[in-house]
């Protein structure tokens, strides 16, 4: 391995590189905007909930019961239609996701001591939002019964009772059960693969479409110099990108790392490794960047999104496709990310993870090489 | 315009598409495997919370409360101490996904008629599934309470409450696959067509045969739909094999209209196409293209509510999300399958697809003129 040689040849594709704005634009500007866009615009958390509200009761009671469910955080409930087929129209069009529907007598029911139902439709079809609105709504109603108790016992004199269990929730890791604790860490993953994958998915599938494959053979380099050399600047560019993006969560959006900064920069160093290394073994194998582009999509950016348990669970997969998650490198970062960032743990929990991604780092490299090597050089 | 030259500009097309042994997969088994994994994938639903128990009191009351949370279908206990840092830890490596630790003095709280505080810790990670587990955890807790009140206090009790019969419409099950398995459908759509435009333009740029046909007798619109017409047949077909994928494989109940569905696909593909098109007067080469589409499949895809809720976005980026026929599309695609509903709820969706197509396509159709010119 001559330093020279690999010099030139980073040179070269740093050239390349910052020479097309495209590239520059999805080295730089892409990482930007999705950390921009998921802390400000994206979120998966749920509240103003839009609810309209048919009240055949028309009493003080529901009255007020309608006014505390509009002044809770997680309600937004001051859509007043006449009847049932409004609500299902506006659930329909989508602009309700829940309506409720309170009956006729509804307060006498409850004046009288009995159960007084009290009917409320959620539009299912987004399951995580219909849950969630589920939730906050039984939680409503359990405070609405603890007080509708109280009146009770007050009414007949007793001394008043209290509830023999309460649950003292605790929520560790996300204090504020908010999704941009976990996502913006998580969309590190996704910019080093954008940037360590997909771009250079395309590097060296465009020297063979632009004949200097030919040229290359030609010269005194070798593989291990050429890989070495187009890996220099998307290494440098996506550690960059990185550290912007820690550095952007932390200033705008307070999402804070707790743990130590060493093994995130460590972490993000060997999964970029592995990034470049497929990205690489995908052009070579592919030899034209249309194919290389959509390999790469499909074999490096869908399983980091989706199989990587970043937004959905891997408990939830089939089990086929959790054991296929064992081999998806990102599901090993975003347990790092996870760890450093939420849970605050060190090496004597994560090393498995990082064990992982340096066998896979030493692993794809060699592949690669051999690749290479095949290819002629 | 002949008939006969666009004709044959979609014949060859047609072979160099599929002459290509490379782009086989990408026309076939890309969106399948894409649907599959997806399908698969996407859900997070609340089906099994597994618990890690501490019972410092271990008396009958609370070995009553564990059975509660055992006797629920959704609650697993899959670890017992007595230990609180063991316990501790199992959250910390996330084994568990909630703990539930019992004081030593439950039962002298519940027996003195007070309230006795069991701490539940719950891994917030994923914060959306950690407040579904959260209710849950409250539900049982609920429902132990009323039982040991029923037992503690033998007078009437039947205080009129509230009792909140709930029902999800059009999803009743709450499957998330049904949510997002008709979205990919679109979602898979919008990458193929935008891709496959622009590539079969600038692949004649690039390897100088536009030059060639542009001396040919073909005159720029014949050119541009013997360029288009091959991609809307192609996506046509992938559309049609996906939704009966959706329909028969992940068995997603499709409520409403087919011909609805397809008469909304033709009018994506218009905006779709003319994106496509566009990216190929602003591209010069096959990588500068691939990037630009991917410029404009994020964002479009971050915005259309595929996973993220409109509702949930900052007011002015709401208002942007109305530019995006990806949101248009999915609208009616979820609530066509979902819903079932037609024309007369959806005419808004379809007439703003429309707009979008007629003005994107005729937009981009004139740039691809003055270039050709």
């Known amino acids: 391995m001559k330093m020279l040689t690999i010099r030139a040849v980073a040179r070269k594709e740093f050239y390349h590189l910052i020479r097309d704005f495209r590239s520059l634009y999805l080295a730089f500007a892409i990482p930007l905007l999705l950390i921009l866009l998921f802390g400000y615009a994206l979120s998966l958390d749920v509240d103003n909930i839009s609810t309209v509200i048919v009240d055949f009761d028309r009493t003080g009671v529901s009255r007020d019961f309608i006014r505390r469910l509009d002044a809770s955080a997680y309600f937004d409930a001051h859509v007043h239609l006449r009847n049932a087929d409004e609500a299902s129209h506006y659930l329909d069009r989508g602009w309700a996701r829940m309506a409720v529907i309170i009956p006729p007598d509804w307060t006498n029911s409850l004046r009288a001591d009995r159960e007084a139902p009290l009917q409320i439709i959620v539009d299912g079809s987004d399951p995580n939002y219909a849950s969630l609105s589920l939730g906050y709504m039984t939680q409503f109603v359990g405070r609405e019964n603890r007080r509708l108790l109280a009146d009770f016992l007050n009414r007949k004199g007793r001394a008043s009772i209290n509830p023999p269990v309460a649950g003292q929730i605790r929520v560790w890791f996300n204090e504020d059960l908010e999704s941009k604790n976990f996502i913006v860490p998580g969309i590190i993953a996704i910019i080093i693969i954008i940037v360590g994958a997909m771009l250079t998915s395309l590097v060296i599938a465009r020297e063979y479409e632009n004949g200097t494959m030919e040229t290359i053979r030609s010269l005194p380099i070798r593989a291990g110099e050429l890989l070495a050399g187009k890996a220099i600047p998307y290494f440098m560019i996506a550690l960059i990108d990185v550290l912007v993006a820690v550095l952007m969560g932390q200033v705008l959006f307070s999402v804070t790392m707790k743990s130590s900064f060493w093994l995130l920069v460590t972490a993000s160093s060997l999964y970029i490794l592995v990034a470049l290394n497929l990205g690489f073994l995908i052009s070579i194998v592919t030899k034209s960047q249309l194919v290389a582009n959509q390999m790469a999509v499909l074999i490096t950016y869908l399983p980091s999104l989706l199989l990587s348990d970043f937004v959905f669970p891997i408990v939830n997969m089939p089990t086929v496709l959790q054991y296929v998650t064992y081999i998806v490198p990102a599901r090993y970062f975003i347990d790092i990310l996870n760890g450093l960032y939420l849970r605050n743990v060190g090496l004597d929990m994560l090393w498995p993870s990082y064990l992982v991604l340096i066998v896979m780092a030493v692993i794809f490299s060699l592949v690669t090489l051999v690749f290479l090597k095949r290819e002629g050089l | ?373």
């Open chain 2, 1 to 373: 315009m002949r008939r006969l030259r666009i004709r044959e500009l979609v014949r060859k097309e047609f072979i160099q598409l599929f002459r290509d042994k490379k782009n086989r997969p990408l026309l076939v088994i890309a969106p399948l495997v894409q649907l599959l994994v997806f399908g698969y994938v996407v859900s997070t639903d609340v089906r099994t919370v597994t618990v890690g128990l501490l019972d410092h009191a271990k008396t009958a009351e609370s070995r009553m409360l564990i059975d509660t949370f055992g006797a629920n279908r959704t609650f697993h206990i899959s670890y017992a101490t007595d230990n609180a840092r063991a316990l501790e830890s199992r959250l910390l490596k996330r084994e568990i996904d909630i703990a539930i630790k019992i004081p030593p003095d439950f039962t002298e709280h519940i027996r003195r008629g007070e309230t006795a505080d069991v701490q539940i810790l719950a891994d917030g990670s994923m914060s959306n599934m950690a407040t579904v587990r959260i209710a849950y955890a409250g539900a049982v807790i609920d429902r132990f309470n009323e039982r040991l009140m029923a037992e503690l206090y033998p007078m009437r009790m039947d205080y009129g409450r509230i009792d909140a019969r709930t029902r999800p419409w059009y999803n009743p099950n709450l499957y998330s696959q049904n949510y997002f398995v008709p979205g990919i459908v679109a979602f898979l759509i919008m990458i193929m067509t935008l891709l496959f435009t622009s590539m079969a333009v600038i692949k004649e740029k690039e390897r100088g045969t536009m030059e060639q046909l542009i001396v040919t007798p073909l005159q720029p619109s014949e050119l541009i739909l013997g360029k288009t017409i091959p991609y809307i047949i192609v996506s046509l077909a992938q559309m049609i094999a996906v939704t009966l994928f959706a329909i028969f494989w992940f068995n997603i109940p499709l409520a409403g209209n087919v011909f609805l569905l397809f008469l909304a696909i033709c009018l994506f593909l218009l905006s779709t196409l003319g994106m496509g098109l566009f990216i190929s007067t602003i591209s010069a080469t096959q990588q500068q293209a691939m990037m630009t589409t991917f410029f404009v499949i994020l964002p479009a895809f971050m915005f259309s509510g595929f996973v993220f809720p409109i509702a949930n976005m900052p007011q002015l980026i709401q208002w942007l999300t109305y530019l995006n026929p990806l949101r248009y599309f999915l609208l009616i695609i979820r609530g066509v399958f979902l819903k079932g509903v037609g024309l007369d709820m959806l005419w808004p969706q379809f007439s703003a697809l429309t707009m979008i197509g007629i003005v994107v396509f005729t937009a981009s159709v004139k740039r691809f003129h003055k270039r050709l010119d």
